[in-house]
């Protein structure tokens, strides 16, 4: 981690959690290496799950279904069925009567 890398992350747009995910470390570690660099504190801090000033941007339906096929396409074919949601099928059943009893098997 550099100062200017860090810096960067400090007065940009990520949360503290972001970075702290960023470089794998914890709060208390992401706060002394502030200020050990002499970043100060954050004026603004964005919060998770709050927009930034930067845009996202939907993606379109025709990217939606490109990335399921690209998904889809690594299933196995007993994933597809699975995900399907077909119910699965019992074997069928064979009779057997001997003239006194009657028993089955798959």
Known sequence: MTKLELSEMW????STQEICRH?????????AESVKYGLGRRTHVPRIGVVSSKAIIDPTPEEIK???EQV???WTESETRR???A????????????GRDCSFSY
């Open 11 to 14: 007065h940009g747009d990520l």
């Open 87 to 98: 119910k699965r099928c019992r074997p069928v059943q064979k009779y057997y009567y001997d």
């Open 23 to 31: 470089f794998g470390i914890s709060r208390s570690h992401l706060h």
């Open 83 to 85: 995900r399907s949601g």
């Open 66 to 68: 490109e990335r399921c």
């Open 72 to 74: 889809r396409s690594q």
